[in-house]
């Protein structure tokens, strides 16, 4: 099992599925060199300014329409590589401020497209293992709902092994009724 991996191996392994995931936000946007940046972010700090360059670079290309699912996923990266600046910081005050820097950002994605899954994923991810007294257990929660809900219709869009990994976290992490659990389980066999 994936989970009982140590913490370095799980992200390597979830890096590697996640550069191989087609760019499913938007059919012109290739999101693997973001995707490579922001798992190089959560150990190495001099990649988050990549990260940051490169959902510039996309947005330059043209084609992000502002509220499009495109626009929040870059903007949920964007709050997630700032909320890794606050994980590599060393002055208290300074990782206060990006990680409420972070949030915002995070928490703005998801208002303005609750349905974009890769951004729900992201700020789950960027909260869960959050201390209580940031007062996220609301939107951990609310986001495995919403990824409980959107995973089976968006299966398509993701290689069988992120698909799984994602699923599989909700499924083991989160506090989900007995009928969308089973639900989710079964997009995870082989012939779903």
């Known amino acids: 099992m994936i989970l009982s991996l140590p913490l370095r191996l799980r992200v390597a392994l979830l890096g590697c599925v996640l ?24 150990s190495d700090a001099r990649a988050i ?8 670079r996309i947005r330059g290309e043209g084609g992000v329409a502002a509220g499009s699912e495109l626009d929040a996923t870059l903007t949920a990266y964007r709050g997630a590589l700032v909320t ?22 995070l928490d703005g994605a998801v208002a303005a497209s609750p349905d974009a899954a ?19 257990r609301g939107s951990v929660r609310e986001d495995f709902a919403a990824l409980a809900r ?8 993701y290689p069988a092994e992120l698909y ?28 779903a």
Do not use: N
Not at 125 to 133: G, I, R, T
Not at 150 to 157: D, K, M, T
Not at 167 to 174: I, M, Q, S, W
């Open 19 to 42: 550069l191989a995931a087609p760019a499913h936000a938007s059919a012109d946007a290739d999101l693997r060199p973001l995707r490579q940046e922001y798992l190089a972010a959560v």
């Open 49 to 56: 300014p990549r990260g940051l360059e490169e959902i510039e």
């Open 84 to 105: 890794l600046q606050a994980k590599h910081a060393a002055w208290p005050p300074r990782k206060l401020r990006y990680m409420r820097e972070g949030l915002a950002l």
């Open 118 to 136: 890769e951004a729900r994923y992201l700020r789950l991810m960027s909260c869960y293992y959050l201390p209580a007294f940031f007062g996220r």
């Open 150 to 157: 959107l995973l089976p219709q968006v299966r398509a869009r």
């Open 164 to 191: 799984g990994a994602i699923t599989r976290f909700v499924v083991e992490h989160g506090r989900l009724d007995p009928e969308r659990r089973g639900a989710l389980e079964a997009t995870l066999a082989p012939d």
